[in-house]
């Protein structure tokens, strides 16, 4: 059955309107680091491998040493200054000796000055149905030759473009595979009239989840190909035009889409498997041609969409006309009555981050006396303190681990706090268990913290906590984050895992968030106001899943109001063992406002998945794939 329904929070007239304002132009940026950056501090720039960025030499093999010159597990960015860098062949994220390796961020200077180029009518890009990438990611540590696996965490292109060349028709900008974290982000993949197969191919096991966002797709056969079950893919702010078959081609996985802008006479999504999902909102579907729909299911699939527009095409959707305020298959699940309409709450745009315009303006906190392991210092408060305390607004964190016997504050001029790649700040000594990080008022209105990891000793428990009434945004870490009374500013994520713990009211914006199976995930013990945008999480999977698990539940709703777009949930890989006897529900949610839009469930499940209470009366349900489920009143 086919549900069409309008929300119960959303005026449909004005945010159609407004779609043409939600899809935004990334504005170019530099990205500009120290000299003297090392391996060690999990840096490699591409000019120190031989590269030239003229246009005219060959910079493939420079790109390949650049990557190839870490030996380790760890972090590490490859760094593309400005300049146009001609390759005649693929880039692998492998390390020394050849071995696949995740964690590896490709880094550009600028979006719009550093492009890397495929050669035109390059050796073996002729065969669109034997494609080959311009660049390729992997999975840590895997035998599979060709880098396929469910460990490829952190894989990052950010900040530059992908351009295909002329007569490549087997050409793909990014074959991307990616696991729990990591994005594409702020980028251009281009193809000339006739060349590309495919901008982003993510069709190995098991791409995601992941992030891709602020990103061009022109030209090429599809702008992206998805297969496999697992584990689902975010896609924000991203611009399809001139695709020549498909823009969107989905085998089986679950995508997510906001804030989408296509330009195409071919249909912009479609979907081979009954088990391919789709979430699609406030995004607009041009230049169709009037013989068939926008969105194409060949074989059913799950659906939702909320706010799409369509020109040219016959419909959006088939039976659904050019205009869509909010629809989904199936009937919606609820506990008690509900409206048969997501919830709707107000969205903020994610703040986007402003970069030192000069390198001097960092202060690497390795300049005042921190060490990260090998070799370990046994106590880096004091300098990271110093260079928290330094004046300067940029704070440099070279990857590895460090070690701090008493809580760190950021205060002061503090604007950002970047770790190369990533790196972790831990908590040891007498004060384990104690958050290595507190975030005070700082002068400016926005923390930004990018690539941050840490621990309190504590295996599952807050690292980081909120203190102040300035906005914070966090990408591309684990922030496992609690907060204070006095924590009152807004909070962000992006591309994030780690445990969201609100011990008081606070509203947060969170888009692709894998909090994986730390307990519970997200927690709201006084109200407040959550809202996701792509999110996964595992019960537990192996033969440790005991271990990982515990007997809590995910989700605590506590007189706040939550609501998820996109969650792939799963369950345990075996089933439940007979010992676990106060496993408790996923989710409760006691007196509070809950909503979740396309939720796909894989494996065995709960006992409940939701307990909900309304005043006196508590009910149970239990359930597993929905397009939408609500708990919450008019």
Not at 50 to 77: V, W
Not at 365 to 390: I, M
Not at 482 to 499: I, K, P, Y
Not at 508 to 518: D, I, K, L, R, T
Request: proline share 4%; glycine share 12%.
């Amino acid at each position: 059955m086919i549900i069409k329904t309008f929300g119960s929070q959303i005026h449909a007239a004005l945010c159609l309107l407004l779609l043409s304002l939600l899809v935004t132009t990334a504005h170019a940026y530099d990205m500009v680091f120290p000299q003297g950056l090392t391996l060690q501090q999990g840096f490699a720039n591409v000019r120190d491998f031989g590269a030239k960025g003229d246009g005219q030499t060959d910079d493939t093999q420079a790109f390949n040493d650049a990557m190839q010159a870490f030996d380790t597990t760890g972090y590490r960015m490859v760094y593309v200054p400005q300049g146009t860098y001609l390759i005649s062949n693929t880039i692998y994220g492998k390390i020394k000796g050849g071995t696949w390796m995740s964690r590896v961020h490709l880094v550009g200077q600028n979006r719009d000055k550093t492009i890397i180029k495929l050669k035109d009518n390059a050796a073996g890009f002729g065969d669109a149905n034997s494609p080959q990438p311009m660049y390729m990611t992997g999975s840590h540590h895997v035998k599979d030759k060709h880098g396929a696996g469910n460990t490829a965490f952190r894989n990052s292109v950010i900040n530059l473009t992908l351009d295909l060349g002329a007569g490549n028709p087997g050409a793909v900008g990014v074959d991307y595979l990616v696991s729990n974290t990591g994005s594409i982000r702020d980028v251009t993949i281009r193809a000339p009239e006739g060349s590309g197969y495919c901008a982003i191919q993510m069709e190995r096991n098991w791409p995601g989840p992941g992030l891709i966002k602020n990103v061009t797709l022109v030209g090429s056969d599809y702008g992206i190909r998805i297969a496999s079950h697992q584990y689902s893919i975010t896609v924000d702010n991203v611009t399809f035009h001139r695709q020549r078959v498909a823009g969107v081609h989905n085998t089986d996985n679950q995508i997510y889409m906001r804030r989408i802008r296509s330009e195409n006479t071919v249909p912009f999504y479609v979907a081979q498997s009954q088990r391919s999902g789709l979430l699609l909102m406030d995004s607009e579907l041009r230049g169709g041609n009037a013989a068939h729909d926008a969105i194409v299911l060949q074989n059913k699939g799950n659906i939702y969409l909320r706010n799409v527009t369509s020109d040219g095409y016959h419909a959006v959707v088939a039976g659904q006309g050019g205009r869509i305020s909010e629809w989904f298959t199936g009937q919606p699940t609820h506990v008690f009555d509900s409206p048969k309409a997501s919830l709707g709450l107000p969205v903020k745009e994610i703040p986007e981050a402003i970069f030192p315009t000069d390198a001097s303006q960092w202060a690497n906190v390795q300049d005042y006396g921190a060490t990260s392991s090998p070799p370990a210092s046994s106590d880096d408060t004091e300098a990271l303190q110093k260079a928290f305390d330094s004046g300067k607004s940029f704070i440099l964190i070279p990857r590895g681990k460090y070690q701090v016997n008493q809580q760190l504050v950021v205060r002061g001029n503090v604007q950002m706090i970047y770790a190369i790649g990533g790196a972790s700040i831990n908590m040891t000594g007498d004060n384990v268990n104690t958050p290595p990080l507190r975030i005070d008022d700082v002068e400016g209105d926005i923390i930004h913290i990018f690539n941050l990891y840490g621990s309190s000793g504590q295996w599952g428990e807050p690292w980081v906590v909120g203190n102040t009434r300035k906005t914070l945004v966090f990408r591309h870490g684990q922030p496992q984050y609690t907060n204070t009374s006095r924590a009152t500013g807004e909070v962000f994520f992006e591309d994030v895992g780690g445990m969201l713990r609100m011990q008081h009211p606070q509203s947060v914006w969170a888009v692709q968030y894998n909090p994986e199976f730390s307990r519970p995930l997200v927690a709201m013990e006084r109200g407040g106001s959550i809202w996701i945008f792509g999110m996964k999480i595992e019960m537990g999977v192996g033969r440790n899943a005991n271990a990982n698990v515990g007997h809590r539940n995910v989700i605590n709703n506590r007189g706040g109001a939550l609501e998820i777009l996109g969650m792939y949930m799963m369950f345990l890989s075996e089933n439940i063992p007979a010992t676990w006897t106060d496993i408790g529900p996923f989710a409760t949610n006691e007196d509070g406002q809950l909503s979740i839009a396309l939720l796909r469930s894989f494996g065995a499940e709960y006992p409940v998945t939701v307990k909900e209470r309304r005043g006196g009366d508590w009910r149970d349900a239990k359930f597993g794939t929905t397009s939408l489920y609500t708990g919450f009143t008019k």
